[in-house]
């Protein structure tokens, strides 16, 4: 009895501590089944821009998002422009970096296509929701959580031939669930007044950026590894290649 008490207590502790971790916010989920056929290794791995609608990204509502908002002179529509071009480039970059890591051939698209079959990675951003960061730093445990949705698909691309498609995958990132300031810091925000609560935003705006684009880099970290195991059920890395996805 005394075993299993340990066992539940630690299976406790460990969905705590996934709880207050950000990376367990971040999810990656294959849809449909990979391409049962082995296929060449290809001569490149293309990483396009992914796609993003400025009609899909909602900017921080808060007295932190607004104070950030006025002192870098942005309005809402630029905002929104920023966390369009944050996203994107956090996406693209950082899967670059790790499909370089599995000593793949890797480029941005936009480039000429690579001579033979080469694989196509293409990709839309459903959703990027700035939170409210002053939530996030005075009440913590997810409350105004960010967070970026994404949809992506592989295609091995062969010259003459239509693009056949591996794999697609749903992909979701939020931001952590790590404590705030308080209770009491929190009930003493919403009870100061307007100029104290000015303020406070200030403060908060200069913490740092809205988030998501660091909810992108996690997404796509943890859309590296997916795309890692695709790569090595086909046989062109070994699965000592393949990079952990960690608690994220």
Known sequence: MGCGFGLRRRGWLLALGCTLLAGCNTRVTPTGAPAAVLLPRPTMIVVDDFVIDADAVRVDPGIGGVARREMSGQDVTQAQA??????????????????????LPVQPGGAPAPAGAYVE???DVLSINEGNRTRRTLVGFGAG???VQATTHVYYMT?????QLLQTYDASAESNRTPGL?????SAAAGAVAGAA???????????????????????ERLASNLGSLFAQQ??????????????
């Open 235 to 248: 046989g062109w890395i070994p699965a000592s290649a393949v990079p952990s996805p960690g608690l994220r």
């Open 182 to 186: 308080g209770i009491g810091a929190a």
């Open 198 to 220: 000015a303020n406070a935003g200030a403060h908060v705006a200069t913490i740092g950026s809205s988030d998501v684009d660091a909810d992108a880099k996690r997404l796509a």
């Open 82 to 103: 920023a966390a369009t071009d944050a996203v994107r480039d956090a996406v693209r970059d950082t899967l670059i970096k790790s499909i370089a890591g599995m000593n």
């Open 121 to 123: 990675i293409r990709g």
């Open 159 to 163: 010259p003459g031939a239509p693009p």
């Open 145 to 147: 959580r960010s967070s």
